[in-house]
């Protein structure tokens, strides 16, 4: 089907690859004039290319979400850009893993400085783009079934995700007077390079086969496989978009029945 634009400017963190790639190629197709942010420029060019560029609503934007003034400038770049700011996306993010006996201050600082602290970046830097433009917008960030309930192995990557609905929660009632929407998609196991990653790490922390590492996240999935980054994409279109303004303050869990909350 042909793509019509719908006048509404998305920026997606961590766009270059894996799910983000998803969301960006999806709200493209919804409409959206999109700006790929992604800390690899090359991989987030090379989508921007494959969406047809600049001239088709397009754009890809550095951005190192760890560092405040970073996500501002990627905001401020979007904004003038493709002329507007209307949905961010924060879904860059790390999985390393981090045994309980081996978690240190350097490995707790580096897992929230990207997927904690980035998401407050990203929510303070849309936040003031929707201020500027005199209208209100939507927040939507990545959470994980890991962030509602614990999985083995990665404690800290748990420990962000939680904090991630914290923050959106309490988000959610601060902005919602200024018009601003703001919620969370929480995944279950998604065929992406992080998640293979981590699989194989976890498997090869405990000495165990790579089998062994897989079967620790996809064991009791209710729909008995693993997701496609592309549907993790159809849920946060659908919260980019109209059909969710009453929604704030939630977290959507995309993971074919692990958690039931
Ligand atoms: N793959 C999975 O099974 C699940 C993933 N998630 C979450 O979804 C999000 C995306 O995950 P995937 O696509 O699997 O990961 P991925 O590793 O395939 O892609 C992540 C992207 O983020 C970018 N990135 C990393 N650090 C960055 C930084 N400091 N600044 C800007 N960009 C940065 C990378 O360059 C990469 O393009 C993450 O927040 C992850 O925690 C949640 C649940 C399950
Ligand atoms: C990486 C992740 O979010 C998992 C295992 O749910």
Redesign the pocket.
């Known amino acids: 089907m042909a793509r019509t634009e719908n006048g509404k400017v998305a920026l997606v963190?961590?766009?270059?690859?894996?799910?983000?790639?998803?969301i960006a190629e999806r709200l493209h197709a919804d409409g959206f004039r999109v700006a790929i942010?992604?800390?690899?420029l090359e991989?987030?060019g090379a989508v921007a290319e494959s969406l047809g560029g600049k001239d088709a609503g397009a754009i890809a934007v550095h951005?190192?979400?760890?560092?405040r003034d970073?996500v501002f400038a990627a905001v401020e770049q979007t904004v003038a850009e493709l002329r507007g700011f209307d949905v961010i996306v924060?879904?860059?993010?790390?999985?390393p893993t981090s045994p309980i006996e081996e978690i240190t201050q350097e490995s707790i600082a580096k897992i929230f400085?990207?997927?904690f602290n980035?998401v407050v970046w990203g929510i303070q830097a849309a936040t003031k783009a929707f201020k500027d433009l005199g209208h209100g917008g939507k927040i939507i960030?990545?959470?994980?079934?890991?962030?509602h309930v614990g999985n083995p192995g990665i404690a800290l990557?748990s420990a962000?995700?939680f904090a991630i609905r914290g923050l959106s929660q309490t988000a959610a009632k601060d902005l919602a007077q200024f018009g601003i929407t703001v919620n969370t998609?929480?995944?279950?196991?998604?065929?992406?390079?992080?998640?293979e990653?981590?699989a194989k790490k976890v498997a090869a922390d405990a000495g165990k086969s790579e089998e062994w590492g897989w079967e620790q996240?996809t064991k009791g999935i209710a729909l008995d496989r693993?997701?496609e980054?592309s549907e993790?994409a159809g849920v946060v279109s659908f919260l980019s978009g109209p059909d969710s303004n009453y929604i704030t303050g939630q977290s959507i869990l995309v993971?074919g029945g692990m958690v039931f909350n």
């Open positions: 963190t961590g766009g270059g690859q894996g799910i983000g790639q998803a942010a992604d800390l690899n991989t987030a951005v190192n979400v760890s560092e970073s924060n879904n860059a993010g790390i999985a400085s990207i997927n980035g960030s990545a959470a994980s079934q890991a962030g990557y962000t995700k998609f929480a995944p279950g196991i998604v065929k992406t390079p992080l998640m990653e981590l996240f693993l997701s980054a993790v993971d």
